[in-house]
């Protein structure tokens, strides 16, 4: 079955930027529908970034411009880079990934059978 791994999260001030990275196994990552969540405290989880496996991408409002959602063919990882970070990005932060041939609503967390563990971001201003 599909396994996946998030790489530890971090800290960083405002306008900094941050990668993280989940290292797929079980399956290679280019044929997954894949995404990245993220859960506040208090809050409802909420996508942040989705990509098909065509390749389709997706960002939330609150991101587009700012992280880009991405695969490592060679490592099998599922990657996000963040940039221009803001308090309001500080959240943990879940990969996720999918075998289905495609995905309606690829920003419902329904939709992905595997998950990470997570990982925290923190932003302080």
């Known amino acids: 079955s599909v396994r996946l791994v998030n790489s530890p999260g971090g800290s960083v001030q405002a306008g900094g930027s941050l990668r993280l990275s989940c290292v797929v196994s079980g399956f290679t990552v280019d044929v997954l529908s894949v995404a990245w969540f993220r859960q506040a405290p208090g809050q409802q989880r909420e996508g942040v970034a989705t990509q098909g496996r065509f390749g389709d991408t997706n960002y939330a409002d609150s991101v587009k411009g700012r992280f880009t959602i991405s695969r490592d063919s060679a490592k099998n990882t599922l990657d996000l880079q963040m940039s221009n970070l803001k308090p309001e990005d500080t959240a943990m932060y879940y990969c996720?990934?999918?075998?289905?041939?495609?995905?309606?609503?690829?920003?419902?967390?329904?939709?992905?059978?595997?998950w990470g563990q997570g990982t925290q971001v923190t932003v302080s201003s």
């Open positions: 996720a990934a999918d075998g289905t041939w495609t995905i309606p609503n690829p920003f419902a967390g329904a939709s992905y059978n595997y």
